[in-house]
Nanobody, 115 residues
Framework: QVQLVESGGGLVQAGGSLRLSCAAS????????MGWYRQAPGKQREFVAN???????VYADSVKGRFTISRDNVKNTLYLQMNSLSPEDTADYYCSARLFARVYWGQGTQVTVSS
């Protein structure tokens, strides 16, 4: 069983930055696709970014050029650096780990961007 724990959310003004972290309970980066998703109030959960075992990254168009996904293989920690934040980025952010059809989710961390 993989446990994922997100942290780093909070309140930030538009134009500001935040870095989210996701600590995995075991070493999975070499096997799992790690990702970030978000869910705004009243909306469905949506893809933000992911990184595969080879280090290849994919971003949603809405965050491309502003967000950066990365990982620390020693610390078993996934990151999401978020820059140039806007109120539209306000959401609960979730970390995920996927291996074929098996997906693990963290509990989420809240990000609020004020205008």
């Amino acid at each position: 069983q993989v446990q994922l724990v997100e942290s780093g959310g909070g309140l930030v003004q538009a134009g500001g930055s935040l870095r989210l972290s996701c600590a995995a309970s075991t070493s999975i980066f070499s096997t799992h696709i790690m990702g970030w998703y978000r869910q705004a109030p009243g909306k469905q959960r949506e893809f933000v970014a992911n990184i595969n075992s080879g280090g290849n990254t994919v971003y949603a168009d809405s965050v491309k050029g502003r967000f950066t996904i990365s990982r620390d293989n020693v610390k078993n920690t996934l990151y999401l650096q978020m820059n140039s934040l806007s109120p539209e980025d306000t959401a609960d952010y979730y970390c995920s780990a996927r291996l074929f059809a098996r997906v693990y989710w963290g509990q989420g961390t809240q990000v609020t961007v004020s205008s």
